[in-house]
T-cell receptor
């Protein structure tokens, strides 16, 4: 069975500082990995996805993530935090490209300190 | 383009009652997936509908059932409601075969069971 673990349910960073949200995965097959963002009272929006084409994945709003097989990690980073980045972030895994059945982590709430 | 629309946005029911949630997929999408997001948790996959049939199912009891109509819209039905069914129910639509590439989520229906 596949799973993802998000380390840190709450993360606070100052505006302009580096954002680092951690995600580790467990999968018996090559995983497809995703990061989603959820703003209050809204649905999930895809930030970026890893589908084995490249280990460094760039997404929207200057977010990026690096797939590290040796560490079974897919951490999300952003060089400079903006106030608008405050939201809930979810890491998710799927066992293949065309599968809508995503397994999500428990989420990390990102707070931006002015 | 209206995106994925869900109705109602909020719903209050009592234990033992039945509830029906509705979802209209994004224009051009033919596949609908449903997720349950309990407070403080990541979304959990309930099931997926394509061509009016349930194609995949997560670890949910038979009290959870669904339907897809010829226009691709979908309903989620939950019978004999329990307090633990209180959650945000998310609908996601996609194009079969390109699901992870183009998975769009609605804003959800917040169900409270008293």
């Amino acid at each position: 069975a596949q799973s993802v673990t998000q380390l840190g349910s709450h993360v606070s960073v100052s505006e302009g500082a580096l954002v680092l949200l951690r995600c580790n995965y467990s999968s018996s097959v090559p995983p497809y990995l995703f990061w989603y963002v959820q703003y209050p009272n809204q649905g999930l929006q895809l930030l970026l996805k890893y589908t084995s084409a490249a280990t460094l994945v760039k997404g929207i709003n200057d977010f990026e993530a690096e797939f590290k097989k040796s560490e079974t990690s897919f951490h999300l980073t952003k060089p400079s935090a903006h106030m608008s980045d405050a939201a809930e972030y979810f890491c998710a895994v799927s066992d293949n490209f065309g599968n809508e059945k995503l397994t999500f982590g428990t989420g990390t709430r990102l707070t931006i300190i002015p | 383009d209206a995106g994925v629309t869900q109705s109602p946005t909020h719903l209050i029911k009592t234990r033992g009652q039945q509830v029906t949630l509705r979802c209209s997929p994004k224009s051009g999408h033919d596949t609908v997936s449903w997720y349950q997001q309990a407070l403080g948790q990541g979304p959990q996959f309930i099931f997926q509908y394509y061509e009016e049939e349930e194609r995949q199912r997560g670890n949910f009891p038979d009290r959870f059932s669904g339907h897809q109509f010829p226009n691709y819209s979908s309903e989620l039905n939950v019978n004999a409601l329990l307090l633990g069914d209180s959650a945000l129910y998310l609908c996601a639509s996609s194009i079969q075969g390109f699901s992870n590439e183009k998975l769009f989520f609605g804003s959800g229906t917040q169900l409270s069971v008293l």
